[in-house]
């Protein structure tokens, strides 16, 4: 079982930025795939952005252009930089990892609350 602790979510103003952290406790080669989603109240739990091992990304519609994820391979970590936040990016992230053998694992969740 992999662990996964995430970091940097907070408050800030729309139009602000944060940067997410999740550290895993296994050797980032050992992912297909990283990535963080969200759920705000009331909604389903959707993906936000998604990095493969090899170095692949893809986003969600709704944050192209201004959120980037990047991976640290020397710190087992994933990051989320996130520009230009608004209102509706307010939810609870989710670092996501899918190992080799297609299982995955969840962190904790780090609220985002992006006031208007």
């Known amino acids: 079982q992999v662990q996964l602790v995430e970091s940097g979510g907070g408050l800030v103003q729309a139009g602000g930025s944060l940067r997410l952290s999740c550290a895993a406790s296994?050797?980032?080669?050992?992912?297909?795939?990283m990535g963080w989603y969200r759920q705000a109240p009331g909604k389903q739990r959707e993906l936000v952005a998604e990095?493969?091992?090899?170095?692949?990304?893809n986003y969600a519609d709704s944050v192209k252009g201004r959120f980037t994820i990047s991976r640290d391979n020397a710190k087992n970590t994933v990051y989320l930089q996130m520009n230009g936040l608004k209102p509706e990016d307010t939810a609870v992230y989710y670092c996501?990892?899918?190992?080799?053998?297609?299982?995955?694992?969840w962190g904790q969740g780090t609220q985002v609350t992006v006031s208007s």
């Open positions: 296994r050797s980032w080669f050992s992912f297909n795939v």
């Open positions: 996501n990892v899918e190992d080799v053998g297609a299982r995955r694992s």
């Open positions: 990095i493969t091992r090899g170095g692949r990304t």
